[in-house]
């Protein structure tokens, strides 16, 4: 059982990246393919990333101090990864991907403007709280492709879904102002804004084999999805949480993505199958996917800026038989 499974999984990926032992190939030439085998894989990576919003929305036009970057913090998420590999290399492959993070408080000083209530332009001091999350689920058929002893490559298509998600809240410090109903009432500003897209995702798997288990690993990708963007942001008055002034902006757009990893891959024939160890640096951009105001208030126009994350993975892939 383990000579079989050995022999026919090596080269096969753990989510986007190739992993096995080097086996034989069924046909002669320059280019052949793996022999017919019936496999499943199951895998599961820890993520360590950092998400990045455009500049639109990395800082805070208008405010003190100058150029401060909102920072998102680095945190913890997944991927998991489930297929099932068919005739001469092919595969059906489902894979999912969470991960969310937050920013500490951070203090800027701008100005507060609400038209909505006759409120002037006030210097203010304020303190911003976000948080961010994504989802993204792909569901593609591979082809496995033997370039030469030590070189094995893997091309798949599919689709792929993905919700983003964005919001982010400013706490006005308004005691200090000579407005009595601000300085026993603070005003708080929500934003909020998300992108849900469905469309074709197609990438390409490479792995350099060092040893027969030890292989360098590359992985490109990309989609074009299809979906709704949504932005809202509005002012609100304590202590009854009234919201004084909003915009709502909603539209149906096309977001393509980009994709790249680089990583190396250990595999060891263990008595349920070969065991994959992998360790490796991603990055992920969506262009123009998130909506943003160019300043602190409802008066800046609304524009598009992009989403992305990077950061290492390390993950373990099982592969068996069927």
Request: one cysteine or more.
């Amino acid at each position: 059982m383990f000579k079989k499974v050995t022999i026919a999984v090596l080269g096969l990926a753990a989510n986007v990246t190739i992993a096995g032992t080097m086996g034989p190939a069924c046909t002669p030439g320059n280019v052949t393919v793996p022999c017919e085998a019936k496999l499943w894989d199951f895998s599961a990576q820890a993520l360590y990333l950092r998400s990045v919003y455009g500049s639109e929305k990395a800082f805070e036009p208008g405010t003190a101090p100058l150029n401060k970057e909102v920072k998102n913090e680095w945190n913890w998420g997944y991927r998991l990864e489930g297929s099932y590999h068919f005739n001469t290399g092919n595969d059906i492959s489902v894979n999912w991907m969470h991960f969310s993070s937050s920013i500490d408080p951070t203090n800027f000083f701008g100005i507060l403007t609400i038209p909505a209530i006759g409120l002037p332009p006030l210097p203010t001091p304020f303190e911003l709280t976000s948080f961010n999350r994504i989802d993204q689920v792909n569901i593609v058929m591979g082809q496995y492709t033997n370039l030469s002893a030590r070189d094995k490559i893997r091309f798949y298509g599919g689709a792929q879904y993905a919700n983003i998600q964005s919001t982010a809240t400013s706490y006005y410090i308004t005691q200090q102002l000579p407005i009595p109903i601000l300085a026993t009432n603070p005003l708080s500003k929500f934003n909020n804004t998300n992108y849900k897209g469905f469309g074709p995702a197609v990438g390409l798997d490479y792995a350099y084999y060092i040893t027969d288990s030890l292989s360098i690993t590359a992985n490109g990708a990309g989609s074009i999805l299809y979906g709704t963007n949504r932005y809202q942001a509005g002012f609100v008055m304590a202590p009854f949480d009234a919201i004084v002034e909003q915009v709502f902006f909603r539209k149906k757009g096309i977001v393509p993505s980009l994709e790249a990893k680089l990583g190396v891959n250990y595999a060891h024939a263990t008595p349920i199958g070969v065991a994959n160890v992998q360790v490796g640096y991603q990055a992920i951009n969506y262009f123009h996917v998130l909506e943003a105001q160019s300043f602190a208030n409802l008066v800046g126009p609304v524009r598009p800026v992009d989403y992305g994350l990077f950061g290492p993975y390390f993950g373990l892939k099982l592969v068996g038989d069927a």
